[in-house]
């Protein structure tokens, strides 16, 4: 299977550079934000992501999940409550091994 780094690049504040409502903030962080970390857990629990986290000072989220092709990861991506929100780009990675042209021991 192969590896793919995933950036999930957050959705800004309001379009107009003022700050949410107080009630829009909290809303976001239950409808959306825990709901999209609970199913990242989920898939990590079941193997498909290898690690992730937040970038410091950052807006988004970034992964490395094992997938069958980029089109299984961007599936199981695609069933994140917080992915329609979210500018997504997947990059598939090359192993170190790939690139000097050793093979991994087994």
Do not use: C, N
């Not at 980029?70 to 929100?85: C, D, I, S």
């Not at 997504?88 to 192993?95: D, N």
């Amino acid at each position: 299977m192969a590896h793919y780094l995933v950036t999930m690049d957050l959705p800004e504040g309001e379009s107009d550079g003022a700050l949410p409502s107080i009630e829009r903030f909290v809303g976001t962080i239950r409808e959306t934000i825990l709901p999209t970390l609970e199913a990242l857990a989920a898939l990590k629990e079941r193997g498909a992501v290898l690690a992730g986290g937040y970038p410091s000072g950052k807006g988004s989220i970034m992964l490395v999940m094992e997938a069958d092709s980029k089109a299984r990861a961007m599936e199981m991506l695609e069933e994140v409550p917080g992915w329609e929100a979210a500018s997504t780009e997947v990059t598939r990675l090359h192993t170190v091994e790939e690139l000097s042209g050793e093979q991994p021991a087994v």
